[in-house]
């Protein structure tokens, strides 16, 4: 066993940045953690040259976030990283939450087949960075290690920024500037910009333990455990036999003598028992809150992840919703940059990823106040909750032991295109796409993977399309901003110059509520914008004018 070292990344002098008058650059994002390089990591894959500026020179200490839902996976197979994560990571769907020493109630993350990711899987945050860094070098991101943002100076049509390094203090522009310097975001307050919401008053304890155990890769939350009576203990497995501990301590618990050893110790032996043997890697003492800034976006400063938005850890929401994020903003603001739309699109950018935050931070809260509850009353009904959930059903809904991240459904996004027709299921207009396995040419696929890179349509048949069809589609691809359309048969089908997915198992067809003629728009971060029974050119290409932001009066 062996604790992890981080790497230490280059430090390149600034001198090829500095000129007078200072230099213009299209893009620049602020913090090298996962949302931010997720951001330059899109910028490249919409062919923006992004330049990426850091106060450091290494990856995150510690595991941090280490849950990666399934919906992150996707943006990461998108990203070009999720292989290797999974790979590394530790799969898992199955939660359980023990009263004392007895299960009152589990769940499954991923209670139907066909998706090719799992609900979640553990991977300390520092494998995440490692993997976005290598992956940004790789598509030609720079980025500026010991590069600290001192200064943001906004602009009507730019951000002037003040950058401190080794080697002196220099000077530059930005025609847009993403912030994603973290929940404690220094550009945010030397902005004086405001973040409102509630601080948590409890304390816990975070431990990173190298043992080998034969748990199993499942998440296991304990309320009152014997080994931790009266509070709650939260057990993860992470990659290369590192095992995350959470204890919850209370308020008045002194955070510097619980970081000691010889505390910390004892409360690991008390749960694991005096032989096994084990290492601690990391130990950190955190307290949490639930608040966003009021608005994302100042201008040409946009606001993503931590720096926008905070949770409670119980949920898993932090990171997640910070890929999220990024997901929103960077096809936007890719059109806006390549002069495709407004820049009045980026305003959705906040409206939408504000609801989202919204949504979060209130499931948050709701877990917290289960996990943590702040009164005689609200112990009493959480303590009776979980009595009865050991026995009865109706119960375990009511248990809240951290409701696990999962994708905003984007429905009062004014992107989106309101059915005029009948459909069942959850793919509505704003909703994250379902995944589902497809045959393409021949081989087996995934839905998300062929979607992503653009406006996307899927039309339904149960024949090859006839002649005017396909010059309809064929007209769209073409358009000032394409959309490329797939073709989906339950039948394999030759339909020159498109791409046709084969639904052999019906997943799709069930999961789109699709019949023949059914068509979908998609949005290029894999959300649906629009719906139909039938296709209409007029329809779909309103509904595309509506998603560049042809509707923004409606805000």
């Known amino acids: 066993m062996g604790a992890y070292i981080n790497p230490i990344y280059p430090y390149k002098s600034p001198v090829d940045l500095i000129s007078t008058p200072a230099q213009r650059k299209p893009l620049i994002v602020i913090g090298a953690g996962p949302v931010g390089l997720a951001a330059a990591i899109d910028a490249r894959l919409q062919g923006l040259q992004v330049l990426v500026l850091?106060?450091?020179?290494?990856?995150?200490?510690?595991?941090?976030?280490?849950?990666?839902?399934?919906?992150s996976l996707e943006i990461l197979d998108r990203l070009g990283i999720a292989d290797e994560a999974c790979d590394q990571g530790v799969s898992w769907n199955i939660g359980r939450t023990f009263l004392e020493e007895g299960e009152v109630y589990q769940f499954n993350l991923v209670p139907d087949a066909g998706h090719k990711r799992p609900g979640m899987i553990n991977l300390q945050q520092y494998h995440v960075e490692e993997m976005l860094i290598a992956r940004a070098l790789e598509l030609g991101a720079d980025i500026r290690w010991q590069h600290k943002?001192?200064?943001?100076?906004?602009?009507?049509?730019?951000?002037?920024?003040?950058?401190?390094?080794?080697?002196?203090?220099?000077?530059?522009?930005a025609d847009w500037l993403v912030v994603a310097d973290g929940a404690r975001s220094p550009i945010r307050r030397h902005l004086g910009l405001d973040i409102e919401g509630r601080v948590f008053q409890d304390?816990?304890?975070i431990a990173d333990v190298i043992m080998k155990a034969d748990y199993p890769a499942?998440?296991?939350?304990?309320?009152?455990?014997?080994?931790?009576?009266?509070?709650s203990v939260l057990l993860h497995?992470?990659?290369?036999?590192?095992?995350?501990?959470?204890?919850?301590?209370?308020?008045?618990?002194?955070?510097e003598e619980e970081k000691k050893p010889e505390k910390v110790i004892p409360r690991l032996k008390a749960m694991l028992g005096d032989e096994r043997p084990f290492e601690l890697e990391w130990v950190s003492i955190y307290t949490f809150q639930c608040?966003?800034?009021?608005?994302?976006?100042?201008?040409?400063?946009?606001?993503?992840?931590?720096?926008?938005?905070?949770?409670?850890?119980?949920?898993?929401?932090?990171?997640?919703?910070?890929?999220q994020d990024a997901d929103d903003l960077m096809w936007k603001l890719a059109l806006v940059i390549q002069g495709q739309a407004s820049d009045s699109l980026l305003d959705t950018y906040a409206h939408d990823r504000q609801f989202a935050a919204d949504e979060n931070i209130m499931n948050s809260t709701r877990s917290t106040d289960f996990i943590t509850p702040k009164s005689r009353t609200s112990k009493t009904f959480r303590n009776q909750v979980l009595a009865l959930a050991k026995h009865h059903p109706f119960a375990r809904k009511l248990v809240n032991s951290g409701r696990l991240s999962m994708p905003s459904f984007l429905t009062e996004s004014v992107l989106?295109?309101?059915?005029?027709?009948?459909?069942?299921?959850?793919?509505?207009?704003?909703?994250?796409?379902?995944?589902?396995?497809?045959?393409?040419?021949?081989?087996?696929?995934?839905?998300?993977?062929?979607v992503g890179r653009g406006f996307a349509a899927l039309l339904?048949?149960?024949?090859?399309?006839?002649?005017?069809?396909?010059?309809?589609?064929?007209?769209?691809?073409?358009?000032?901003?394409?959309?490329?359309?797939?073709?989906?048969?339950?039948?394999?089908?030759?339909?020159?110059?498109?791409?046709?997915?084969?639904?052999?198992?019906?997943?799709?067809?069930?999961?789109?509520?699709?019949?023949?003629?059914?068509?979908?728009?998609?949005?290029?971060?894999?959300?649906?914008?629009?719906?139909?029974?039938?296709?209409?050119?007029?329809?779909?290409?309103?509904?595309?004018?509506?998603?560049?932001?042809?509707?923004?009066?409606?805000?």
């Open 416 to 450: 989106n295109t309101p059915d005029g027709d009948t459909f069942a299921g959850q793919m509505v207009p704003g909703a994250p796409m379902d995944d589902a396995p497809v045959q393409v040419n021949g081989q087996e696929a995934w839905l998300l993977d062929q």
């Open 54 to 71: 850091d106060d450091d020179k290494t990856v995150s200490v510690g595991s941090r976030a280490v849950c990666y839902a399934k919906r």
């Open 460 to 555: 339904f048949v149960d024949a090859a399309p006839d002649v005017q069809t396909l010059v309809a589609l064929q007209s769209l691809k073409q358009g000032a901003v394409p959309v490329d359309s797939l073709i989906v048969s339950q039948q394999l089908l030759q339909v020159p110059g498109f791409q046709v997915l084969v639904d052999a198992q019906g997943w799709m067809a069930k999961r789109y509520d699709a019949q023949a003629g059914t068509t979908y728009l998609l949005r290029p971060d894999q959300h649906v914008v629009a719906r139909w029974r039938q296709l209409d050119t007029a329809q779909l290409q309103a509904a595309l004018t509506r998603a560049l932001g042809g509707h923004m009066g409606q805000i």
């Open 291 to 323: 608040r966003r800034m009021t608005d994302f976006r100042h201008g040409r400063v946009l606001f993503v992840g931590d720096a926008a938005h905070q949770v409670s850890p119980f949920g898993a929401r932090g990171a997640n919703s910070g890929f």
């Open 203 to 205: 304390r816990f304890l």
């Open 237 to 255: 497995k992470q990659s290369n036999n590192v095992w995350r501990i959470d204890f919850q301590l209370g308020w008045d618990a002194d955070p």
């Open 218 to 231: 499942e998440r296991w939350f304990w309320f009152d455990p014997p080994f931790h009576p009266n509070q």
């Open 149 to 173: 943002v001192t200064a943001v100076t906004p602009h009507d049509d730019h951000a002037t920024l003040t950058v401190e390094t080794p080697d002196g203090i220099f000077g530059i522009e």
